[in-house]
């Protein structure tokens, strides 16, 4: 039995190829390299070359590695431009994903696990977010995750496809040095890359309505989230019971001034951040339990803060040293 993984060239994708290898699951990785890496491949691993919304192409590669079942991480993931490009976000990540469920469907593939997002729930009432919070998108990016999850739903009930969606809340840290998140729009790489480059971090937006003044979010490291996408394959390759979503959240929350500090102790890096405006469309505090997935999926917070600056800053430190030795 082989699960193929789309985006397995990218930094959580990589970390879920990684994960299915130590449980002994066979994988093989479909991914474009548009923002992926082919070094972040195992060697051992198959990797296909190919864009999603080529049906033909994706149908030939679950033939060819007798796939029995997709994690479907590949997509355009930046929330703020997003807004700038609805279109190149809907066709990456709702068109793409009707490409990819019809590949399944001709060739017989009925397991799914797919990526989603915190990002579905927008600015939620609730301090703390479950599974039943309303889902209130603010982005294009937050739309199509949501959409994809619908997509899945209406192809389980047409088809009888079995599927989960995995609600990521801010996916962290790194599981061996080689694998970095290259990301030019998050906090962690934007704050690391500047430390290493010795610019000075920057905080956006000191007037929230949190305690002390900035965003409050979720932070989860990648090795941990990569786990529950082997428990939520085994599950669907079991037949046994899964959500329509699960939620990976820690429960507990940290502001940008709280990440700041960290990476301070961590690194060694004496700094004091800038302070500037708010990013639009951020909102104040985000937070979700995972009682859930701790329940189903082997869901468990195996790493702490500390370790995800640790991981986060070893990977950039590393890639740092390539780009220079590379000129
Ligand atoms: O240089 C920076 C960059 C970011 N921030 C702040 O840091 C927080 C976290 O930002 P970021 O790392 O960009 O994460 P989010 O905007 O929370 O979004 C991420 O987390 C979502 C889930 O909540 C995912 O869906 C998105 O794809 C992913 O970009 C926000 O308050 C930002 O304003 C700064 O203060 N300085």
Not at 30 to 54: H, I, K, N, Q, T
Not at 193 to 215: K, M, N, Q
Not at 223 to 235: F, I, T
Request: hydrophobic residues 40%; proline residues 6%; aromatic residues 6%.
């Amino acid at each position: 039995m082989s699960w193929l993984v789309t985006g397995g060239a990218g930094y959580i994708g990589a970390h879920v190829v990684d994960a299915f290898r130590e449980a002994g699951l066979g994988c093989v990785v479909l991914d474009d390299l548009s923002s992926g890496v082919a070094g972040f491949v195992p060697e051992d691993v198959p990797m296909v070359r190919a864009d999603l919304l080529d049906g033909a192409a994706v149908e030939r590669a679950l033939r060819e590695h007798e796939v029995t079942g997709v994690v479907h991480l590949a997509g355009f993931k930046y929330a703020g431009v997003s807004v700038q490009r609805p279109l190149h976000t809907y066709t990456q990540n709702v068109t793409a994903m009707v490409s990819l469920l019809g590949a399944m469907d001709a060739a017989g593939v009925d397991r799914c696990v797919f990526s989603s997002s915190a990002a579905v729930y927008g600015t939620p009432p609730d301090d703390v977010v479950t599974e039943a919070t309303p889902t209130r998108p603010e982005s294009p990016y937050g739309e199509s995750k949501l959409a994809g999850e619908w997509l899945l739903r209406d192809v389980a009930r047409a088809s009888g496809l079995r599927a989960t969606s995995l609600r990521y809340f801010n996916v962290v840290g790194s599981g061996r040095p080689e694998l970095y998140d290259a990301s030019p729009h998050n906090l962690f790489p934007l704050v690391l890359s500047a430390l290493a480059e010795g610019r000075t971090p920057v905080i956006r937006g000191t007037d929230y309505p949190t305690p002390d003044g900035t965003c409050v979010r979720d932070y989860v490291h990648v090795a941990d989230l990569a786990r529950s996408h082997v428990a939520a394959a085994r599950r669907l390759e079991a037949g046994d019971a899964v959500e329509p979503v699960y939620n990976l959240g820690s429960g507990d929350g940290a502001s940008v001034r709280e990440i700041m500090s960290a990476v301070a102790r961590v690194t060694g890096v004496d700094f004091t951040p800038e302070e500037a405006d708010r990013r639009p469309g951020d909102p104040p505090r985000i937070v979700a339990r995972g009682d859930l997935a701790a329940r189903d999926l082997d869901w468990a917070m195996r790493h702490d803060l500390d370790d995800m600056v640790a991981g986060a800053w070893a990977a950039q430190q590393r890639a740092q040293q390539r780009v220079q030795r590379e000129g």
